[in-house]
């Protein structure tokens, strides 16, 4: 491909990292249009073309649009990367991966992402009630990665890049790594891959 895939996108969102992060994963070109939110760029005309809900993350691929990010992580690699184990063919592990997603949609979103919408955003959520969702996750997820080093199958797979934005960037919503070993082993590998591109940082609250 020589067009660059289009990505509107709000920079600090961990919905819209996934996706820049499985493109660069990819090596597939693309650029970011970073819309204002604040002004509403999100609820424009032109863009509810494009993401009929008014969200990010969303692409133009060529003149095919979608969003969500959830979905735009299964079409990049069933267009660009099919039988490479991004999603397996085997149903079990394809069905382990799913499961991933839905924690991705789920607990991450209502634990870490929540936290940090609170903390950095200053969305009116009950912090308190998303930390304790977050270390819930979070000790499910080290007890499982605990002789693992993927989330759902014995190579990385979107699961793993579903769920490593949030979770990179817990500490910015107030949810501390440091009791999760497993966990802050696996952002490593995802770290260490090649083409790895990281989000824009938020800085870390002082702890209660």
């Given at each position: ?152 199958t014995e190579r990385m797979t979107i699961a793993d890049v579903a769920g490593y ?44």
């Amino acid at each position: 491909m020589t067009t660059p895939i289009k990505l509107y996108r709000s920079p600090k969102s961990g919905h819209c990292h996934r996706v820049e992060l499985m493109l660069a994963l990819l090596g597939l070109p693309y650029e970011t249009i970073d819309l204002d939110m604040a002004n509403g760029a999100h609820k424009a005309s032109d863009f509810l073309k494009i993401s009929p809900f008014g969200l990010v993350p969303a692409i133009d691929d060529g003149g095919y649009t979608l969003a969500d990010s959830n979905a735009i992580l299964v079409y990049l690699v069933q267009t660009y990367a099919k039988g490479q184990g991004w999603i397996p063919d085997d149903a079990k592990e394809a069905a382990h991966v799913q499961r991933w997603l839905t924690v991705a949609a789920d607990n991450i979103y209502s634990g870490p992402c929540a936290a940090r919408l609170v903390k950095v955003f200053g969305v009116p959520l009950d912090h308190a009630a998303a930390v304790e969702k977050a270390h819930a996750l979070f000790k499910v997820m080290d007890a499982h990665l605990d002789g693992r080093a993927w989330l759902a199958t014995e190579r990385m797979t979107i699961a793993d890049v579903a769920g490593y934005s949030y979770i990179a960037h817990a500490p910015e919503g107030g949810v501390d790594l440091a009791p999760y070993p497993n966990v802050r082993r696996w952002l490593e590998r995802i770290e260490a891959e090649p083409n790895f591109v990281a989000m824009v940082a938020s800085p870390i609250p002082e702890p209660a």
